[in-house]
């Protein structure tokens, strides 16, 4: 089955300092990547699209100039959180949408990142 | 504005004791409404995409059924390993494309 591999899996950074997360289809091309936050025990909140070759669309409330989306290839892309500060800790996941027929349309997963800024 | 809503919040149940869970949603133009499964500390497992009211779909012991308003996912005879947070997700257009709305999800214990 297609794969959606993120890494890392977890990262301990200073503040101030910056983070980059990457996101990679393994075995589909994924025109579009979503980028997701999660906090504990709440539901999955849209930060952004993440369209290849083009610039991410961001969710309202989000910084685009703090979480800094590139999606360079139709299986990469990646999200930077600038200069972390403690609040940004959380749990951020992407994930990737297999398209074609829509019977064949999925969305897929990474594993998630779980981002602690001291 | 698009809304999911799960219900319940957190369920347990005891091993064996069948039940459903329900996502009711609102939206214009669904492409595709899915259900997915997530342990803690992971990405979310994709379960079931449903497309059109009566349609169905049926994994193991977990099944899957969409109406106009809703979806339910229920679970026979479940066993503690079914113990997760199952989310429900509708797609939508959006400004030109299609994006996925999840809900809150239902925290399921299933006890020995």
């Known amino acids: 089955g297609a794969v959606v591999s993120q890494h890392p899996s977890w990262v301990i950074c200073k503040s101030g300092t910056s983070v980059k997360i990457e996101c990679r289809s393994l075995d589909f091309q994924a025109t579009t990547m979503f980028w997701y936050r999660q906090f504990p025990k709440q539901s999955l909140m849209l930060m952004a699209t993440s369209n290849e070759g083009s610039k991410a669309t961001y969710e309202q409330g989000v910084e685009k100039d703090k979480f800094l989306i590139n999606h360079a290839s139709l299986t990469l892309s990646t999200l930077t959180v600038t200069s972390a500060h403690p609040e940004d800790s959380s749990f951020y996941i992407c994930?990737?949408?297999?398209?074609?027929?829509?019977?064949?349309?999925?969305?897929?997963f990474g594993s998630g990142t779980q981002l602690s800024v001291l | 504005e698009d809304q999911v809503t799960q219900s319940p919040e957190a369920l347990r149940l005891q091993e064996g004791e069948s039940s459903s869970l329900n996502c009711s949603y609102t939206?214009?133009?669904?492409?595709?409404l899915f259900w997915y499964r997530q342990d803690p500390g992971k990405g979310p497992e994709f379960l079931f995409t449903?497309?059109?009211a009566g349609e169905e779909k049926e994994k193991e012991r977990l099944k899957a059924t969409l109406t106009k308003k809703e979806s339910f996912l229920h679970i026979t005879a479940p066993k503690p390993e079914d113990s997760a947070t199952y989310l429900c997700a509708v797609q939508a257009p959006s400004g030109g494309s299609y994006i996925p709305t999840f809900g809150r999800g239902t925290s399921l214990i299933v006890h020995p």
């Open positions: 939206v214009s133009g669904l492409r595709g």
């Open positions: 449903l497309y059109s």
């Open positions: 994930s990737a949408r297999r398209e074609g027929p829509l019977s064949w349309e999925k969305l897929f």
